[in-house]
């Protein structure tokens, strides 16, 4: 399985934009690349996925690199809620229920 | 309603005794899950059940046994179990098999066993 690579944790300040990187270096074309986030004392909740094209939701914004090896999600303006623990996850096509979590990220939020 | 219920939200359990963990939605999905989460660690995939038929079984243990009586609910089974075992056990459902449906998350149920 492709696994992606992702920093422990990151820091944000309140009303800025943060950008949490994922790195996927062997993606295969047949990859889907979701997000994923984890509030503390909750079950994860779905932010966005995409395949080659940048995409835009109400949540958030997933910006891929060409080669499709990286990709980064861009919360346009953290509030104190969005602190979680945000997964990057390849999901391949042909074996859809197929889910792994990596590691992920911990962002925390200053107010 | 977009939404996943799991009872019960805590469950104290000894290595001898036999429990179910329950899970319900009522969105119409057609594929449903189990994911065990330990503490400071990513949920792990169990199973999967994709139209009342299970589809993966991660080599779970057989002291889990997962059923889907139908296709709102899906429970877990337990039997025998370790203190390693000890974790928080989430469900999920998604609407079909396609990799572009998302996935929903119940609040888990959080057990111990002693």
């Known amino acids: 399985d492709a696994k992606t690579t992702q920093p422990n944790s990151m820091e944000s300040n309140e009303e800025e934009p943060v950008h949490l990187p994922c790195n996927h270096s062997t993606i295969s074309g047949t990859d889907y690349i979701h997000w994923y986030r984890q509030l503390p004392s909750q079950g994860p909740e779905y932010v966005i996925h995409?395949?080659?094209s940048n995409v835009n939701n109400r949540m958030a914004s997933l910006a891929i690199a060409e080669d499709r090896k990286s990709s980064t999600l861009i919360l346009h303006r953290a509030t104190l809620r969005d602190a979680a623990v945000y997964y990057c996850?390849?999901?391949?096509?042909?074996?859809?229920?197929?889910?792994?979590f990596g590691a992920g990220t911990r962002l925390t939020v200053k107010p | 309603d977009t939404e996943v219920t799991q009872t019960p939200k805590h469950l104290v359990m000894g290595m001898t005794n036999k429990k179910s963990l329950k899970c319900e939605q009522h969105m119409g999905h057609r594929a449903m899950y189990w994911y065990k989460q330990k503490a400071k660690k990513p949920p792990e995939l169990m199973f999967v059940y994709s139209y009342e038929k299970l589809s993966i079984n991660e080599s779970v243990p057989s002291r889990f046994s997962p059923e889907c009586p139908n296709s709102s609910l899906l429970n877990l089974h337990l039997h025998a179990l370790q203190p390693e075992d000890s974790a928080l056990y989430l469900c999920?459902?998604?609407?079909?098999?396609?990799?572009?449906?998302?996935?929903?998350f119940g609040p888990g149920t959080r057990l111990t066993v002693t």
């Open positions: 996850i390849l999901r391949r096509s042909y074996n859809n229920n197929d889910m792994r």
């Open positions: 999920a459902s998604s609407q079909g098999d396609q990799v572009a449906y998302e996935q929903y």
């Open positions: 995409g395949l080659t």
